[in-house]
Every structure is written in structure tokens, then in C-alpha cells.
């Protein structure tokens, strides 16, 4: 800091919100500003207001007004979280004429009227955040923001419908996407279902085209059975490397005839898209429509990489597209911004061993049932039971499996009324079936749902309201005997029943990714603790998160039904293309930078940085800081011995005043 | 050799005597050595705790306090009794998670002299000691005469596997622990889904036509299942079922025999001691017809008991999950494959 | 528009409503009891074994709890007839601690007295009687006293039971008494003076 | 002084996860105690230990660190540098015969608002329950100015 500045101190002029009665109902304003006014008259403050919203326009024309009339050279900001409005009352400086980095915002509203009740504490901690406030932004220097071009393309991980959606909404913008699914084949859940809620639309049917034509596009290049290993940079201008699991199918040969699957001697059972339901070959392309088209070989469960022979598809393949001696590989792309789109994981049932999911046979999951009632699916379209073929009298189904609960997973799942729904009256429709339906509370919440829920009613379904205590096979009399007993309390009727059906269809909850904790540290963004990822304000931002250029959309941030998924897919895009649409982004900056007069070569820093920003000099004996890649945490500001390394924004001088003037009034007590 | 504090629990003194002197035979071969808490007394069963609060936990406490001044090398604490090792690992956990009732307790405690901090000692069963410590290795290594033929029903009940504060089971409704030490002997297990029902408690004293109900889904569900006999770790199991068999017949008019014995009386057969040792005979509902299969070759056991899906046909069932399962991993060939 | 039955109206209202009973039951119930809670979900009444017996489920007594019903739930036989089975609790989707609200409920109805059968509080008096002379539990002993006062006739045949289990050895005569009986007395003594109040 | 002893600490916070764990704990409305008062620098990996005996010597009683969890930096790293300096902090404060135990490194992730507000909680107790430090007044008694000697040392 300048000596001159120090002595001819700047004016500053502080204002402190009532944000509404959310800070003044805990700390009195009025006395802080007469405080700030009187006691901080000697540090410079020259006015210091208070007013009703200082967000509001009436209020930040307070703050223009005073730069302009008063000649203010800086200005302090009592009110809420720098992460609500400093971007406001940046602007409000800026536009009368102050460089928007010599404004300060003090938080006392998150820091301090909603997180204490007494009056008086809260009114001098008040004041000791404004006096920290106002020392520190005497020590502000201005700065010019940094802009940087943005890179047209864009990557979007995760090919189900949300990603889908995202790429097709910036690829018809004219922009290049790559589509990375990690899976043979994009389409995700939703090409497990059969039908869809409300309308009952075939989910093929509406999703096949929306595949083809992501699968088709100029401006998509699809890399399905992949994954990226990692992600550099930062918005705008993104590093990824993806890595290109082998197929064992020369993609430029094969055709997607489907001999070598149907040459394939070997079956195993389908884990992923069969939900363990059913069968497929060794060498497979999940399902008919998948796109791409070309078929996958399960190298693990393939009988010539097991023990040397067969090659069965080899064989037989008309345009030897069979290529056993593929590696995996890994290309790298650049790309302005990211769309992550990576689903959600199904709970597995048989953590709640009172269902008996893996032990009862006629225990099924909501996507076993899925595929049971698709007509794609392992039995047809038939529902029956394990035995693959008796038609089942009775049905339970039963809701908040893994939801709802704190033995396994807290949230609302909230797809499995309406998924139960749909069961229900699949189930009617096509056995005509008794159908119970087990539930804690419906929750029928969107357009067309609690109509969906009324005309099952009218079918006939019967609902009972109790979370299932158990299903058993231990029959207790005749009546029971080789059924499957449904134990539960019938809530509104205050008794226990036993409710024997041939069948139960468990409507399994939601849950995270498996891996989804790495991904949140691959791409840098927030991961709550169960594990969903979180946006950057979960009401007014839901698709963008705390990493500038990193996009969510679909169920990656919480449970969420195929509409909604679709939208927050638009919406994630839509982001993108306004980035991409504004060409360059400005970055906050905040960097370090090195004196070279004061480096003395030590090099301790140079091993600190992780963005490898700071390179050495061997012939001048001094370190130096690419600006370009520092990305300002500060970390070798700290560390610099010889105090040569400062760091805009959050410089010495800056925090150490806030600390003097955080204590001041300890200070001034001694 | 494992040294372990011992708290046998009252039953183990009069109508668990044989649960008592199995346990006493098999604990040398198995390499357990137990040594009994000095001067314990009652835990004060499911009773206690509902009359008045704090004494009943003082009670339970007292026997901790002095388990935790024996300070023989070990802090462990083993029960064979269900209801005993709850209620001593229930104060030992509510003791610390209500610290005014462990302040409470121990206010009671120093009027003795004495002093208990929650979580000094580890509380376990003695079939999570021998499936976990001992493990199934050792044990069926000691087996001289397999239980082939004998079809048991294993019967762990409510309070071992429940409410498990410490997650030491490895499912709080469908463990197989006690199964597992059934297969290491030799046993034919059948797939009982009662294992851990309701044997009705102290309902027998105070609401016995409640007690004879749950005594009778017990006993026609292991005889459905075919069991030769039922297997348990509870006195209070071992009792209702036993004892008051005869009553829950002539209550229901039906015929049932379905003896049941401790499991450490199942070990001591296949590690060879003679049954009079293991407190064979002492049973009310005769085990002669039962006992006398074992080493017997049994012609074709096999019946429509437990209803097993059959392989390859119709749609396949996903694998059974394990949680929480320590020593050897159960279906490690199955992961294998 | 004809009036409404006030009498019928009136049988359908809560009379009292004693909102600190809820507070009081979580107070002194061992742990921490969760009951607050409650969703109201029965998976408590769906998993109770002797669910049958009693007249009001669990689920139904917490509701009872909450609208402060206090006569109402002392006097239910609901944690009378719990037997301790535990499977409530682990199926539980809140974590409450229903048998130890159960076990707080007994004893509550106890200092209340407002069981409406005296088989099951005197059956754990007598049990708790035992041990507090003794130390250790005396089935003889508990088995007589009780069935000499509650069931008569039922011990008139449970002697041959009884009889079994003397000549099995499984029954003893004669009371174990624990040596440190003046320790135990001074503990639960004091135990009894101390109450949890916070 | 009668009264119990409310202690001064400051707290340091990182940007992207305790920093935003104190606006997620206001946002709903969870109390805790009114003592600390917060500095946010962008990385917990900033923080210079200067800054640590810049606040004892200006009167604080205590200093609470906090950055984002072990493996969650949004550095990559820096934040296991802060532990670094953390732990060699407290061998000095020993040395000069201060309590090490009035300076704590909490991890806080931008989830985490109630775990922060707990540890605040906590961390103010053991820090009344160490009593003030008054460095501040030894420093002016010793015939320093209160403000100086550590803007000196960081200049």
C-alpha cells in the first residue's frame, strides 16, 4: 500500500440495510450508523445511511449519489453475503464512476442477525464487522476485471434424457457438443421404462427419436462407452480428457447387422439394462434401438479373453469389424463450458431384509417390474412371477422403499407415488389383479398427477396407508399358505393386517451415483453429503453450481421425474449458450503476482501452486506468475518468505486491517 | 487362549442350567476363557425398566462398574443371555448418548462406591465371540462328530440381533450368524423365517393366551419346515418353548413336539462330549427322537421344506447381500465366480 | 340446515389436552427417544407380534401422546402387552425409541395407577421385589407369588411344570443371594431419589 | 469483571466452503454464539500464519481456521498446506507459551452450516474455558502501541 494513501485517507462512505426488518429485527441500524458515523469519522467514513433494501434500485442510487456528490472513494455495504450482492453494489460504484473493487460488503445479516437473538451482542458484532469492513476496503486497490474468449464447444456428461436434451437444445444452436455415456448406448433409464406417467406414453416411442437424433447430429459427437479421467482449467476454457473404453467392433467396419450377437454362444445375466431381469449375450448392444448401433463385447465374460478360443463373432462377422486387440484410449478435448448429467443410482432392496428383496422369490423392484411390463423386456410384456410364468391374483405394492427412512436414505424419492401409480393400473390393465398399494403420504404434486391418481382409484386399486412393517412367507393359517403376507398397520383404519398376494412390487427410491463423490472432485463441484451434487442456489440457480462453467441438470441433484429432467436439461443449456453467446467471460481478478525485486529465488512457492502457474527463471534467479493460469487461492502469498508475492483482492494489507478493525473494539476497551 | 469377563445372567444359574455347562465344556477346546464378574447381580430382565427408570439402569450398571475395576487384561464383556447382553449394552449406550441419565446412574453408583464410564467396556453375545473371534475355522477344525442329518431350525430371537446399537449383527431380522455356526457343525439348517420372531417374552407370566399364540407360530413354522429340533441362544426362548409347549397344545388342541436346546449344547455334540455334560435331559419337550439322528445316516432329507427357487428356470433372482459380516466372507466363491 | 348432534360432536373432541405429556414421556425415557418424530407411518403397529392384543396400536398411542390425552394413554393396555421383540424399533423410519417410550409408559401408569389390570405391574413388582432382596432374580419365588395371586387356578396346573423343572434342576428352592447386597441397596436407594430432568 | 468471560476469536474461512457453510447456517436460521467474527480469504491455503498472531496480538482470545474437507479443496490441495502450517503454528504458540489450543483448524463444507455452528459453539467454550488472553494489554503494558508490532512483521 502507497504511504499517501495511508495518510490522506480515502473518503468512505457506509450504508447499512435493514434488509426488510431480516437485520433490523436483531441488530438496531440506526445505532450502528451513528456509531460508524461518529467513531469512524477518524478512519474516513465522511456518511454512513441506513435504509430500508439497499439492493433496491432507490437504494443503490443512494450509493451513486454520494460517490458522485461526496467524491466517496470507497464504500462499505452492510447487509447480506458478498455471495448474494456484490456483483450489486459492484455495479452501483461502477456506474458513478468507482472502480467497482474499492466497495466491501459486509455480511450482517447471515454472520449476524440470523444467527443470534440478543439485540445488544448483535448490534456491536455489527459494528465490529462494519469496522473490519471499512479498514479493509481502505487497503483496496483497483482493479480491472479480466476477460477471456470462451470456447464454442461444449461437453455433456451423461447421455440420459437431461443430457440428451442439453446437447440436442446447443447443438441446434449451431454449437459442437460432445455427448460422453459411459454406458454402450445413451437413452439411461428412461429406455428401461415402459410406460410413462401421467400420459402413459411408451417411453420408447417418445425417447428413440430424441436418440437417433443426438445420435445423428453434425454438432454432437457422441462417445458413448466412455469416461473422463480428468478436467483442467477453468470457464471458458476447459481441458478433458476422456477415456475410450474398447469395444472389441471396429466402428468404421461394423454395420450393426447383429450377427455376431446372435452368433454369440454365451449369455449372462443383464445387470444394467435387464436390472438383473433378464439375459444377454457376451457380445451386445443393449437394446434394439440403441445408438449408436454398434454392439459391445463384455471382455470380463467373453470366452476367448477368458481362455484363448471361440471367436465365434469373429467368424461370422460379414465386415470383420471384430477387432480383439483394441486398447482403450484416451482423447483430449477442449471446451468452453460443461453440462453434467450423470443420473442417479437405484437403492438396492435388499438392504431392507424385512422385504425380503433377494430371499422371497415374488419380491420384484420397480425396474424389474419395468422391464417385466415392457414389451421388449425379458418376459414379453407379461406380468408373472419368478417362475416366469404364472400370472399373479394379488399385488402389493409398496412406496418409500430406502426413502423416507433413517435407516437408509432421508429424502423424499419422489417419483415412487406416481411410478406406483402407474403399476397399479399396469397391473389391472393387463391381469387384472387385485392391487394394494402401501404408502406413508401420496404425493401427487404435478400437472396431471393427482388426476392420475384419481382414475387409478377408480379402477379399483386398494389403498392402504401404513409403511409396510414386513413381507413374509411364514404363514400363520390356510388363508396364508404359499402367499407372500404383506404385514403392515392399516393406519386410518387402526389395525394390523396381513394382506396375502402372489406378488410385491418394491418402488425403490433414488439415490446418487456410486462414484459420484470422484465426480464431484473430477469437475470441481459441491457434492452434499448423501451425495447428490448441489447447485448453485438451489431455487433461483438450479443448473448452474459454485464452479463457473460447470452446469447440473436432471436427477445428478436430487431426485426428479422425467419432465423435470428434460427442462433442467433446456435450462443447463440455455446457460451455456449465453456464455457461449457473449464470446468472452470476465473473471474476478484475483491473482497472485510476484516482485521481482523482492524474489530471492528460494523457489518455495513453486512447488505450492497445483495450477502450475509459477515458473522459475534460472538465468535471473526469480520466480514468475503466469496469470493466465493462477487461479488465486492465495497459498504462495502465504508462503513467500521474503513477503515478494502479493495477491490482488486478498492482499496483507487487506486482512490484516480487517483484523484490526474486527477488534477494534477490544482494543479500544484496553 | 481368548480371555473374556463373564456374565452368566440368572437363568444360566437355574433354567439355562444346561446353556451353563455346554458353554462351560466347549469354552476350553474353543479357547474362551471366562471369567465370571465378581458378585454380579440381576440385569433386571425387561422388568425393571418399567417400574422405575434410574434404579433399573443403577442395576445394570453396578455389574459393569464392577466388570470394568476386574481389569483382567480385558474389557470385554460376554453374555450368553439375550435379554442380559441387551440390557448391559443398552445402559452402556444410552449411558453415553443421555448424558444426564449416565450422570444420573452414576450419582446412584458412587452411594457403593463405585463408578461406571460409558464406553470403557465392549458388550458382546457369546455367538458373535465364536463366529468373530473364535471364528468358523477354528471351530470346525474342533469338530470330531458332524451333526449330519439334523435338521435344525436356527432361533436367534428379538434381543441379540435387536436393537443392535452397535451394529455387530449382520442384519437386525435375517442374520446368519447362528446359521452359519449350524452349517460349521455339521448341521442341516433349515430356512426358518422366524428365526428372530417373538417367543412371546414374559407374556407367558402375565398374558399367557398372547404368549401361547406366538409360542404356536413358532413351533408349527419349524415343523412346517421340517426341523428335527430348534435351535436357540435365549433362555427365556429356551423356556417358553420348552416349558410351555405342553400348555400351548392343550390350549389349541394340536400335537406339536418340537424340542428346543441351546446352541453350545449342539456344539458340544460335534466336539464330541458326552450329552449328559451338555445338559441333555433337562428339557421338557424330549429331544430323544431328534438325537437319535445324529450320526445317523438320514435317507433322502429331502422335502418340500424351505420353498427354493430352482436354478435356470424362469427369471433370475439377484444375489443375497451381505452387510457387515466379519471373519470369512460367506459366499467368497460366489463373489469368485 | 339442521344443527349438529352436540352430544355426539362433543364425544368426538379431545377433552384434555395436556400438551406437556409428550415432553414429559420423551424426558424420562432412557435415550434419546425421538418422539417428536413420529410420521405416523404404523410401520410400529404393522410390526408388533401381539399387535392384536392390544387397544391401541403404538403408532396410535403416539398420537394420543400428541394431543395430550393423558388419562387415555396410562390407561391403555398398549405397554402392557409389548413384548419386547425390538422389531419395531429397527424397522422404525425415525429412529424412535418405542420400546423405551413403552417401558416409560409402564412405569408412568404405574406412579398414576392407571392400569386397568394389576396382572403385569405386579408381576414386575414382585420380579423387582425379588432382586432387590436378593439381588438376583428367584424364579421359584416369583413363579409362586405371582400365580398365588393372579392365577390360582393356572398354578394348579403349571405345578406339574414346575415340578419338572425342580427335578430337572432347573428351578431352585432356595434364593441366591449376591454378597454385596448393602452396596446394591445403597445404590438403588439413591437410584431411587434421582429422577431425569434434563 | 463478574460476569462469565466472553471471549473474542477470530475466525478465518475459505470462499468456497465454510465461508458459504456460515451463509447456509444463516440462511436457516441456526443460533450460535455471537463471539466469533469472520474473515473469508479464497482458499484456507492463504492463510498466513502472520495473520494468526496479528489477530492474538490485537486482542483475540482465539483462532478458528477453517477450510474445506481433506480431498474437497477447490484448489486440489491447498487446503492440507493449511494443515501444515496449522500444526507448526501451534508448536510455536507452545513456545511462546501460549495456549496451542486457542487456535483450531475445522473442516467445513459449504454443506455443512450446522456442523460449523456447532463447532463455533464448542470452540467458544474451550476457549472461555481457557480464559481471556490479553495479549493485546501485555503488548501496550510492555510500552508497544497495540496496533504495530504485527503490521511490522508482515510488512
Not at chain 1, 456506474?95 to 450482517?108: D, F, K, M, Q, V
Not at chain 1, 443470534?116 to 469492513?133: I, L, P
Not at chain 2, 464330541?272 to 438320514?298: D, N, Q
Not at chain 4, 507452545?94 to 455443512?112: H, T
Request: aromatic share 8%; with cysteine.
Amino acid at each position: 500500500m502507497s504511504a499517501e494513501s495511508k495518510s490522506s485517507k480515502p473518503k468512505v462512505g457506509v450504508y447499512i440495510c435493514h434488509c426488510g426488518t431480516n437485520i433490523s429485527h436483531t441488530v438496531d441500524v440506526e445505532q450502528v450508523r451513528e456509531w460508524a458515523e461518529k467513531t469512524l469519522g477518524a478512519e474516513g467514513v465522511v456518511i454512513a445511511r441506513d435504509y430500508k433494501f439497499m439492493c433496491s434500485s432507490l437504494g443503490q442510487e443512494l450509493i451513486e449519489k454520494d460517490i458522485k456528490e461526496l467524491g466517496l472513494e470507497r464504500v462499505v455495504v452492510a447487509a447480506c453475503s458478498p455471495h448474494l450482492h456484490e456483483m450489486t453494489f459492484r455495479g452501483a460504484s461502477k456506474r458513478s464512476g468507482l472502480n467497482p473493487y474499492l466497495t466491501e460488503l459486509a455480511s450482517i445479516r447471515e454472520q449476524v442477525s440470523w444467527v443470534h437473538t440478543d439485540k445488544a451482542v448483535a448490534t456491536e458484532k455489527a459494528k465490529a464487522v462494519v469496522a473490519g469492513a471499512v479498514r479493509r476496503v481502505i487497503q483496496n486497490e483497483p482493479l480491472e476485471e479480466i476477460r477471456v474468449p470462451i470456447h464454442p464447444d461444449t461437453l455433456v456428461v451423461g447421455g440420459g434424457i437431461a443430457g440428451i436434451q442439453a446437447a440436442l437444445e446447443i447443438a441446434n444452436a449451431g454449437f459442437k457438443v460432445y455427448l460422453v455415456e459411459r454406458e454402450p448406448s445413451i437413452g439411461g433409464h428412461m429406455a428401461q421404462f415402459d410406460k410413462t406417467f401421467p400420459t402413459l406414453d411408451c417411453a420408447a416411442c417418445i425417447l428413440t427419436p430424441r436418440m437417433f437424433e443426438a445420435g445423428n447430429h453434425p454438432n454432437i459427437e457422441l462417445l458413448t462407452w466412455s469416461e473422463v479421467t480428468h478436467v483442467a482449467g477453468y470457464v471458458g476454457n476447459f481441458t478433458v480428457t476422456i477415456k475410450k473404453k474398447p469395444r472389441y467392433v471396429n466402428t468404421d467396419l461394423c454395420t450393426g447387422c447383429g450377427i455376431c450377437v446372435e452368433k454369440c454362444p454365451k449369455k449372462v445375466v443383464d445387470d444394467v439394462y435387464e436390472a438383473g431381469l433378464g439375459y444377454r449375450k457376451v457380445v451386445y448392444t443393449p437394446f434394439a434401438q440403441a445408438v449408436p448401433k454398434y454392439p459391445v463385447i463384455d471382455a470380463p465374460n467373453c470366452t476367448y479373453f477368458q481362455k484363448g478360443t471361440c471367436k465365434a463373432c469373429e467368424k461370422f462377422c460379414p465386415t470383420n469389424a471384430i477387432d480383439f486387440t483394441q486398447k482403450e484410449e484416451y482423447v483430449t478435448i477442449q471446451v468452453g463450458n460443461i453440462i453434467l448429467a450423470t443420473g442417479y443410482d437405484l437403492f438396492d432392496a435388499r438392504r431392507v431384509s424385512n422385504y425380503g428383496y433377494g430371499r422371497l422369490a415374488n419380491v420384484f423392484t420397480s425396474i424389474e417390474f419395468e422391464r417385466m411390463s415392457n414389451a421388449a423386456g425379458p418376459t414379453g410384456g407379461n406380468i408373472v412371477l419368478r417362475d416366469g410364468k404364472t400370472q399373479p391374483k394379488t399385488v402389493g405394492i409398496i412406496h418409500c422403499v430406502g426413502s423416507r427412512d433413517k435407516n437408509y436414505n432421508n429424502y423424499c424419492s419422489s417419483i415412487c407415488c406416481m411410478q406406483s401409480l402407474k403399476f397399479a393400473h399396469l397391473v389391472r390393465e393387463r391381469t387384472g389383479a387385485t392391487v394394494y398399494e402401501f404408502y406413508i403420504d401420496m404425493r401427487t404434486p404435478m400437472k396431471a398427477y393427482d388426476e392420475f391418481y384419481q382414475r387409478v382409484l377408480e379402477e379399483g386399486t386398494l389403498f392402504v396407508r401404513g409403511k409396510v412393517a414386513q413381507v413374509t412367507n411364514a404363514a400363520r393359517n390356510e388363508r396364508e399358505e404359499g402367499k407372500l403376507i404383506i404385514q403392515v398397520e392399516d393406519t386410518l383404519a387402526g389395525k394390523q393386517r396381513r394382506i396375502p398376494v402372489d406378488m410385491v412390487i418394491l418402488s425403490i427410491g433414488m439415490e446418487p451415483r456410486h462414484d459420484a463423490k470422484e465426480t464431484s472432485h473430477l469437475f470441481g463441484v459441491g457434492c452434499s453429503s448423501d451425495g447428490w451434487f448441489i447447485e448453485k442456489h438451489p431455487k433461483l440457480d438450479p443448473v448452474s453450481t459454485m464452479t463457473e462453467g460447470v452446469m447440473i441438470a436432471g436427477c445428478a441433484t436430487g431426485p426428479k421425474d422425467i419432465p423435470a429432467s428434460v427442462a433442467q436439461g433446456a435450462a443447463a443449456a440455455a446457460r451455456v449458450l449465453n456464455k457461449i453467446m457473449q464470446k468472452e467471460v470476465v473473471l474476478e481478478p484475483i491473482k497472485a503476482s510476484i516482485n521481482e525485486a523482492q524474489c530471492s529465488g528460494c523457489r518455495i512457492c513453486n512447488g505450492l501452486c497445483p495450477f502450475n502457474a509459477i515458473l522459475f527463471h534460472e538465468d535471473r534467479m526469480v520466480s514468475e506468475i503466469n496469470p493466465a493460469l493462477c487461479q488465486g487461492c492465495g497459498t504462495c502469498v502465504a508462503a513467500c518468505p521474503a513477503g515478494a508475492i502479493s495477491g490482488t483482492g486478498f492482499s496483507n494489507e487487506q486482512i490484516l486491517a480487517q483484523i484490526d478493525g474486527l477488534l477494534m473494539d477490544v482494543n479500544l476497551a484496553v | 487362549m481368548n480371555d473374556y469377563l463373564f456374565y452368566p445372567g440368572c437363568s444360566m444359574e437355574s433354567s439355562a442350567k444346561a446353556y451353563y455347562d455346554s458353554l462351560m465344556e466347549i469354552a476350553e477346546p474353543l479357547g474362551i476363557n471366562l471369567k465370571e464378574i465378581e458378585d454380579w447381580n440381576c440385569c433386571g430382565a425387561t422388568e425393571y425398566v418399567g417400574i422405575n427408570l434410574i434404579p433399573a439402569y443403577s442395576l445394570i450398571a453396578r455389574n459393569l462398574a464392577l466388570a470394568a475395576k476386574m481389569n483382567n487384561g480385558t474389557k470385554t464383556v460376554v453374555a450368553p443371555c439375550s435379554a442380559c447382553y441387551l440390557n448391559l449394552a443398552k445402559a452402556d449406550y444410552y449411558m453415553a448418548e443421555r448424558p444426564a441419565l449416565g450422570e444420573k446412574v452414576n450419582q446412584a453408583l458412587e452411594a457403593g462406591g463405585l463408578h461406571y464410564v460409558p464406553g470403557t467396556l465392549d458388550i458382546r453375545h457369546i455367538l458373535d465371540v465364536i463366529i468373530n473371534d473364535i471364528g468358523l475355522d477354528v471351530l470346525k477344525s474342533k469338530v470330531v462328530k458332524p451333526l449330519k442329518g439334523l435338521r435344525v431350525a436356527p432361533y436367534l430371537g428379538c434381543m441379540v440381533p435387536r436393537p443392535d446399537y452397535y451394529h455387530r449383527w449382520s442384519d437386525p431380522e435375517h442374520p446368519i450368524e447362528l446359521e452359519e455356526v449350524l452349517k460349521a457343525i455339521g448341521a442341516e439348517v433349515v430356512d426358518f423365517p422366524r428365526a428372530t420372531a417373538c417367543c412371546g417374552g414374559h407374556m407367558t407370566q402375565i398374558g399367557p393366551e398372547t404368549a401361547y399364540e406366538l409360542i404356536r407360530r413358532l413351533i408349527s413354522s419349524a415343523e412346517k419346515y421340517k426341523a428335527d429340533i430348534m435351535v436357540t441362544v435365549c433362555p427365556m426362548c429356551q423356556m417358553n418353548i420348552d416349558a410351555y409347549q405342553a400348555e400351548t397344545n392343550r390350549h389349541f388342541g394340536t400335537h406339536y413336539h418340537m424340542p428346543i436346546v441351546f446352541f453350545t449344547q449342539l456344539i458340544g455334540l460335534a466336539l464330541g462330549f458326552p450329552p449328559e455334560k451338555l445338559g441333555f435331559g433337562t428339557e421338557i419337550t424330549s429331544t430323544k427322537e431328534a438325537l437319535a439322528r445324529i450320526g445317523v445316516e438320514v435317507p433322502e432329507a429331502v422335502e418340500e421344506g424351505a420353498p427354493r427357487r430352482k436354478k435356470e428356470e424362469g427369471l433370475p433372482m439377484p444375489p443375497r447381500l451381505l452387510k457387515n459380516v466379519k471373519g470369512k466372507p460367506r459366499n467368497a466363491e460366489e463373489a469368485e465366480q | 340446515m339442521p344443527q349438529a348432534d352436540t352430544q355426539s360432536f362433543r364425544t368426538a373432541l379431545i377433552q384434555e389436552e395436556d400438551l406437556s405429556l409428550l415432553e414429559e414421556v420423551s424426558m424420562k425415557t432412557a435415550g434419546v427417544s425421538h418422539l417428536e418424530m413420529c410420521i405416523q407411518c404404523g410401520s410400529c403397529g404393522g410390526s408388533c407380534p401381539p399387535a392384536e392384543e392390544m387397544d391401541h396400536t403404538p403408532r396410535m398411542l403416539f398420537a394420543m401422546l400428541r394431543a395430550g390425552m393423558r388419562d387415555a394413554v396410562l390407561q391403555s393396555n398398549t405397554p402392557w402387552i409389548c413384548v419386547s421383540c425390538y422389531h419395531c424399533v429397527v424397522r422404525c423410519p425415525q429412529n424412535v425409541h418405542i420400546t423405551d417410550v413403552m417401558y416409560t409408559l409402564k412405569s408412568m401408569a404405574i406412579r398414576a395407577k392407571k392400569y386397568r389390570d394389576a396382572t403385569a405391574p405386579e408381576f414386575s413388582e414382585t420380579f423387582v421385589d425379588m432382586v432387590e432382596k436378593y439381588g438376583r432374580s428367584f424364579e421359584f419365588g416369583l413363579a409362586t407369588r405371582h400365580y398365588l395371586k393372579h392365577a390360582p387356578l393356572r398354578l394348579v396346573g403349571m405345578s406339574t411344570l414346575g415340578l419338572g423343572m425342580l427335578t430337572k434342576g432347573r428351578m431352585s428352592l432356595t434364593p441366591k443371594r449376591i454378597k454385596g447386597m448393602p452396596q446394591l441397596k445403597a445404590i438403588l436407594d439413591k437410584a431411587k431419589e434421582l429422577e431425569l430432568t434434563s | 469483571m463478574s460476569e462469565t468471560f466472553e471471549p473474542v476469536i477470530i475466525g478465518f474461512t475459505c470462499n468456497w466452503c465454510s465461508y458459504r457453510a456460515a451463509d447456509l447456517a444463516g440462511t436457516a436460521r441456526m443460533k450460535y454464539a455471537p463471539n466469533v467474527r469472520l474473515i473469508r480469504l479464497m482458499c484456507s491455503g492463504r492463510l498466513d500464519p502472520t495473520f494468526v498472531m496479528k489477530a492474538l496480538a490485537s486482542g483475540a482470545d482465539g483462532v478458528l481456521i477453517t477450510g474445506c474437507h481433506p480431498g474437497e479443496c477447490h484448489y486440489i490441495e491447498q487446503n492440507y498446506k493449511a494443515l501444515r502450517r496449522y500444526l507448526l503454528l501451534r508448536r510455536v504458540l507452545k513456545g511462546m507459551g501460549i495456549e496451542p489450543e486457542r487456535v483450531k483448524l475445522v473442516w467445513a463444507s459449504a454443506a455443512e452450516g450446522m456442523k460449523l455452528a456447532q463447532e463455533i459453539n464448542t470452540f467458544v467454550e474451550e476457549i472461555r474455558a481457557l480464559g481471556p488472553l490479553g495479549w493485546n494489554r501485555k503488548l501496550a503494558g510492555n510500552g508497544h502501541k497495540v496496533e504495530e508490532p504485527a503490521l511490522e512483521v508482515a510488512a
